[in-house]
């Protein structure tokens, strides 16, 4: 592949809500860009970008994939991305990268969740958005029906510059508004350029119409002449397009069915034709004055790496979009973040999962080099005298955890170094070992998102993990003071045992943890002895007495005992202590304590109803809603964790996929009596088994 200078480049991330035939539609640009001999399926598992075993066994795009074409002297690189939920973060890598999108919008279904989502961050990064209206060729497909579903909830610069011809079965073509002219697809499978039919010219002149007055109302001086009953050229409509597309304020919309082939061919023309060319002036941040800098096409080289993927036969794969200067093979790079210096190997493209060598790349270009190793996803390489960092990408955060655990034992150490692969492909996932329960926990976007990562985990890396609810980290404490007293008193000939203590235990404000101490006078218990009450009282309590979960702010104060000159030991007096510490707490009222965690959901405010009578299902207290001026509302509750495992799921559910929320610990609560007696239940048959 030739080297190509950013006029003669275009990076597109195509997006849309899943199943709306974006894989199909990457896999007919390649193939009409001649870079496949035969049009592959998503069913059959044959598409260019879905290549990973998860993604065709579940046909659906799990990760981003890199697709570059050559067209008409322009290379194209289309990042194909997933519609699930569950994969978002790829989007917003992808996007961070492109300069511009290609939403793909199903025909007979119109606007769905996660078009709506990357609409909505293509609209917060200001970025170049086209719309692709596919699957003409189905039943209920309604290119009008869509357009105005476009043109009312997402912006009155959407526009079409094509109409279709024919619809469902009968859609064979397109027409293109500006060049007036047809493109149609014959039984034969030939594309014939024509001029427009008589039955669709009225059709026509009201969509040019239409087009026309929405081009000119970004422009004031061509607003006033068109009012005045001016002409306006075509090349002026096509000059004035292509500024307000770049600058974000026009959306233009196509055609066609990816499946079938029908207006893909146009399409790749468009993208090069009305599609913005790599900007080269942008900002970075100076990693060494933290002074925010322009970069530009004389500047020394800079990237950032948006996207990483772990093999343990390739290596890693980083994915830089390049932004200032030129990478060659074999020099060396450096990373402001980590202050490391890099060494590159070979630059290739990539088409899928194929490899394409490059001796260079240049500004505005998507390149991928292997075998990086301290750099990971979101860190930017530059020239070791140009250190500058690109803004952080924002990754949604894990809404979903699973405990995880070998199935086979003496894997752990192959988890932990599949996982810290894992870790630096996906910046979504989360992994660690729970301080409370010695779990270790496997955090994703959702339910399907730790799945795949486990599937990733046994393919790659050969070591089959059992995904399992985490267990809840309890606690026990009392309600009321107590004096107890405990012997241990044993003789088998010899030295016998002997030790005798009178503990008083007393309820601690929340969060005191455990305190002990001693008020013994007159050596009722020696002192080479009180360590051992205390440790004897401490692992107790650590051990838990009413269902096996550790008392927490509890007094302990060991008060009086006695002791035999021959037959007491250090041994006898720890027995005797936990058993002391045992009756204790069973005599003052111990109850069972749950973690509550802060909730601040994030919802449209047409859900707010549902999602607070699924709260209160969970036994969640709501503790404010604030209302957005987009629609967009903020619900603030407490619930505890043991309600909250199916949360995301539940959410998801509740909402159609537009709400997330964010969780963390804000204290301990006593469990409802019912529940807890059902906990204390179940543990006293966990102990008998």
Same mark, same amino acid.
């Given at each position: 592949?030739k080297e190509?200078?950013?006029?003669?480049?275009?990076?597109i991330?195509?997006?849309?809500?899943?199943?709306?035939?974006?894989?199909?539609?990457?896999?007919a640009?390649?193939? =009409?860009?001649?870079h496949?001999?035969r049009?592959?399926k998503?069913?059959?598992?044959?598409?260019?970008?879905?290549?990973?075993?998860?993604?065709? &066994? #579940?046909?659906l795009?799990?990760?981003?994939?890199?697709?570059?074409?050559?067209?008409?002297?322009?290379k194209?690189?289309f990042?194909?991305?997933?519609?699930? /939920?569950?994969?978002f973060?790829?989007?917003?890598?992808?996007?961070?990268?492109t300069?511009?999108?290609?939403?793909v919008? +199903?025909?007979p279904?119109?606007i769905e969740v996660?078009?709506e989502?990357?609409? *909505?961050y +293509?609209?917060?990064?200001?970025?170049?958005?086209a719309?692709f209206v596919?699957k003409?060729? #189905?039943?209920?497909?309604d290119?009008n029906?869509?357009?105005?579903q476009l043109q009312i909830?997402f912006?009155a610069?959407?526009?079409?510059?094509?109409? !279709?011809?024919?619809a469902?079965e009968a859609?064979?073509?397109?027409?293109?508004?500006?060049?007036?002219?047809?493109?149609?697809?014959t039984?034969?499978?030939q594309?014939? $350029?024509g001029?427009? !039919?008589?039955?669709?010219k009225?059709?026509?002149a009201?969509?040019?119409e239409r087009?026309?007055?929405?081009?000119?109302?970004?422009?004031p001086?061509?607003?006033?002449?068109?009012?005045?009953?001016?002409?306006i050229?075509?090349?002026?409509l096509?000059?004035?397009?292509k500024l307000?597309i770049?600058?974000?304020k026009?959306?233009?919309?196509?055609?066609g069915?990816?499946?079938?082939?029908?207006?893909?061919?146009k399409?790749?023309?468009?993208?090069?034709?009305?599609?913005p060319?790599p900007?080269l002036?942008?900002?970075?941040?100076?990693n060494?004055?933290e002074?925010?800098?322009?970069i530009? $096409?004389n500047s020394?080289?800079?990237g950032?790496?948006? &996207?990483t993927?772990a093999?343990?036969?390739?290596?890693?794969?980083?994915?830089? #979009?390049?932004f200032?200067?030129?990478?060659?093979?074999?020099s060396?790079?450096? *990373?402001?973040l980590?202050?490391?210096?890099?060494?590159?190997?070979?630059?290739?493209?990539?088409?899928?999962?194929?490899?394409? =060598?490059?001796?260079?790349?240049?500004?505005g270009?998507?390149?991928v080099?292997?075998k990086?190793?301290d750099?990971?996803t979101?860190d930017?390489?530059?020239?070791?005298s140009?250190?500058v960092?690109?803004?952080?990408i924002?990754?949604?955060?894990?809404?979903?955890t699973?405990?995880?655990?070998?199935?086979?034992?003496?894997?752990?150490?192959?988890?932990?170094n599949?996982l810290v692969?894992?870790?630096d492909?996906?910046?979504?996932?989360?992994?660690v070992k729970s301080?409370?329960t010695a779990?270790?926990?496997?955090?994703?976007?959702?339910e399907?998102?730790?799945?795949?990562?486990a599937?990733?985990?046994?393919?790659?890396?050969?070591?089959?993990?059992?995904?399992?609810n985490p267990?809840?980290?309890?606690?026990e404490?009392i309600r009321?003071?107590? &004096?107890v007293?405990?012997?241990?008193k044993?003789?088998?000939?010899g030295?016998?045992?002997?030790g005798?203590?009178?503990l008083?235990?007393e309820?601690?404000p929340p969060?005191?943890?455990?305190?002990?101490?001693?008020?013994?006078?007159g050596?009722a218990?020696?002192?080479?002895?009180? /360590?051992?009450? $205390?440790?004897?009282?401490k692992e107790?309590?650590?051990?838990?007495?009413?269902?096996?979960y550790p008392v927490?702010?509890?007094?302990?104060?060991? +008060?009086?005992?006695?002791?035999?000159?021959v037959?007491?030991?250090?041994?006898?007096f720890?027995?005797?202590?936990?058993?002391?510490?045992?009756?204790?707490?069973m005599?003052?009222?111990?109850?069972?304590?749950?973690?509550i965690?802060?909730?601040e959901i994030?919802?449209? $405010?047409y859900?707010?109803g549902?999602?607070?009578?699924d709260?209160?299902t969970?036994?969640?207290r709501?503790?404010?809603?604030?209302?957005?001026?987009?629609?967009?509302?903020?619900?603030k509750?407490?619930?505890?964790?043991?309600?909250?495992?199916?949360f995301?799921?539940?959410?998801?559910?509740?909402?159609?996929?537009?709400?997330?929320?964010?969780?963390?610990f804000s204290?301990?609560?006593e469990?409802?009596?019912k529940?807890?007696?059902?906990?204390?239940?179940?543990?006293?048959?966990?102990t008998?088994?």
């Open positions: 592949m190509y200078g950013s006029c003669d480049l275009r990076n991330a195509i997006l849309a809500h899943g199943k709306a035939g974006k894989t199909s539609l990457t896999e640009l390649a193939y =009409n860009a001649g496949t001999n049009l592959g998503v069913d059959d598992g044959t598409t260019v970008a879905d290549f990973e075993p998860e993604e065709i &066994k #579940r046909k795009t799990i990760s981003n994939a890199l697709v570059s074409c050559e067209w008409e002297d322009t194209l690189n990042i194909d991305t997933p519609g699930y /939920p569950d994969f973060g790829e989007v917003k890598g992808a996007l961070s990268a300069d511009s999108a290609l939403i919008v +199903c025909a279904a119109g996660e078009t989502k990357v609409w *909505n +293509c609209k917060e990064l200001n970025k170049p958005t719309f596919n003409m060729d #189905r039943e209920h497909a290119f029906n869509v357009v105005e909830k912006s610069g959407i526009v079409p510059i094509q109409i !279709p011809i024919g469902e859609f064979h073509g397109v027409v293109d508004l500006l060049e007036m002219s047809t493109r149609i697809k039984s034969q499978k594309i014939i $350029e001029e427009i !039919p008589e039955f669709l009225k059709e026509v009201k969509a040019k087009l026309v007055e929405t081009i000119v109302e970004t422009n001086e061509l607003l006033d002449r068109y009012l005045a009953g001016e002409e050229s075509d090349n002026e096509i000059t004035t397009l307000g770049k600058k974000a026009l959306f233009p919309v196509l055609c069915s990816a499946l079938k082939n029908i207006g893909v061919n399409l790749l023309y468009d993208i090069i034709e009305y599609l060319e900007s002036d942008n900002l970075a941040t100076n060494l004055t002074e925010l800098i322009e530009n $096409e020394p080289f800079s950032l790496v948006f &996207k993927t093999d343990p036969f390739v290596g890693r794969l980083s994915y830089i #979009r390049i200032s200067g030129s990478l060659t093979a074999d060396t790079v450096y *990373n402001p980590k202050d490391k210096v890099e060494k590159i190997g070979n630059i290739f493209s990539l088409r899928g999962k194929q490899q394409i =060598n490059l001796e260079k790349g240049l500004a270009d998507i390149v080099v292997a990086l190793q750099t990971v979101g930017s390489l530059t020239d070791k140009f250190p960092v690109f803004d952080e924002i990754y949604p955060k894990p809404m979903f699973m405990a995880v655990e070998t199935k086979n034992k003496g894997d752990e150490d192959k988890l932990s599949a692969r894992i870790l492909e996906d910046p979504t996932v989360r992994y301080a409370e779990e270790f926990l496997l955090s994703g976007i959702g399907m998102h730790t799945e795949i990562i599937d990733k985990i046994k393919r790659k890396f050969g070591v089959e993990l059992l995904l399992k267990k809840i980290p309890y606690r404490t009321m003071k107590e &004096k007293e405990a012997k241990h044993k003789q088998s000939g030295h016998g045992q002997y005798h203590v009178w008083q235990i309820p601690l969060g005191t943890g455990i305190e002990f101490t001693d008020s013994i006078f050596g218990v020696p002192r080479q002895y009180i /360590p051992a009450v $205390e440790k004897g009282v107790a309590l650590q051990a838990g007495i009413l269902a096996g927490v702010d509890v007094k302990v104060d060991l +008060c009086d005992g006695s002791y035999h000159t037959d007491s030991s250090e041994m006898a720890k027995i005797a202590s936990a058993a002391a510490v045992k009756k204790a707490v005599q003052a009222k111990p109850i069972l304590l749950e973690p965690y802060d909730l994030t919802i449209p $405010e859900y707010m549902d999602v607070i009578a709260l209160n969970k036994r969640g709501i503790n404010g809603m604030d209302s957005g001026l987009t629609g967009i509302g903020v619900v509750a407490q619930a505890p964790v043991a309600e909250l495992f199916r995301a799921i539940d959410l998801r559910s509740i909402t159609q996929g537009r709400g997330f929320f964010d969780m963390k204290h301990y609560e469990v409802p009596q529940i807890a007696q059902e906990i204390i239940d179940n543990a006293k048959d966990k008998i088994d």
